[in-house]
């Protein structure tokens, strides 16, 4: 809950808010367990609540699918795609050219430089 001590909301609304953002990343059941506890898929999510919890209008993940197998990364693209659906701007970076043609916008940057922005999806 440490992103909600530092947005300074009421200490009343905090649960209620760290909830909502567990639900909508689809890891509410798991509220109480330690992060050590959890899967990888999980820590992501848990990541992206984390990410989410003070309602920003931009979500910047670094390499969020690293390290994941293939159903927890489209799993972890679909919690993106209903933040994108719901009015967020996420840009994502990633290495993976099969998980960037499913994002809407792809802009490739080699050697410091722009090398094609192109509208995929």
């Not at 609540?49 to 993940?61: G, H, W």
């Not at 197998?69 to 009015?87: A, P, Q, R």
Request: net charge positive; glycine share 4%; proline share 3%.
């Amino acid at each position: 809950m440490l992103p909600l001590d530092f947005a300074k909301n009421k200490p009343k609304d905090k649960r209620k808010t760290a909830q909502r953002a567990l639900e909508l990343v689809g890891i509410k059941e798991q509220a109480d367990k330690h992060c050590n506890k959890l899967s990888g898929g999980q820590k992501q999510r848990a990541a992206i609540a984390r990410a989410i919890v003070n309602d920003p209008s931009v979500i910047l993940a670094d390499e969020p699918m690293v390290a994941l197998d293939s159903k927890t990364t489209e799993e972890i693209m679909s919690v993106f795609e209903k933040l994108n659906e719901s009015g967020k701007t996420i840009i994502i970076v990633i290495h993976d050219k099969d998980i960037a043609a499913k994002c809407r916008r792809v802009i490739e940057i080699a050697d410091g430089r722009i090398v094609s922005d192109s509208k995929s999806k």
